[in-house]
């Protein structure tokens, strides 16, 4: 339960920082999703129920801190998170090549999601290869540091449980 707890914090911190840093810098091609990464992870330990929630309220995070249109991103997470429960079907999301995979295509469809909503929605996105590099780089980026992530969280898990006695 305290990796529950802690993934809402971890997230929001995450999403905090990552707005205020991308105002400030160049690297803004370099994007780890670490809200996905999460997703992925929850949904591993608790199922889908909870996992939906995380992933609603996540996206209602980023739309009231970023000023954009209310409910863009709590509708992309929400279909994200339901393209991970489909994938995590035909694939193995307990182990790690599965669960880089599954974060791979998760990362790279919320960012052709966005691009495709604004698009339809506003008409004045332009798109170009480049842009579809920098979406592969991310989502490579966001895959390579999720079984670090994963592997701290479930150390985490493990001296909670160790120095509690109970799940």
Request: aromatic share 16%.
């Amino acid at each position: 339960m305290i990796v529950y707890i802690l993934s809402w914090f971890v997230s929001i911190l995450f999403i905090l920082v990552k707005g205020g840093i991308e105002n400030h810098t160049i690297l803004k091609s370099i994007d780890v999703d670490i809200v996905i990464v999460l997703i992925v992870y929850l949904l591993m330990l608790y199922g889908e129920t909870g996992v939906g929630i995380f992933a609603f309220c996540q996206g209602l995070v980023i739309d009231i801190f970023s000023g954009g249109m209310l409910g863009f991103f709590a509708f992309v997470y929400l279909v994200v998170f339901f393209c991970i429960t489909l994938g995590s079907r035909s694939m193995d999301i307990s182990s790690t090549g599965g669960q880089m995979a599954i974060i791979f295509i998760a990362v790279l469809l919320k960012n052709i999601l966005m691009v495709t909503f604004l698009y339809l929605f506003s008409m004045e996105i332009v798109f170009s290869f480049y842009d579809l590099l920098f979406f592969a780089f991310s989502a490579i980026c966001s895959s390579l540091i999720a079984p670090i992530l994963f592997y701290l969280l479930n150390l985490l898990n493990r001296i909670y449980i160790g120095a509690d006695g109970e799940i």
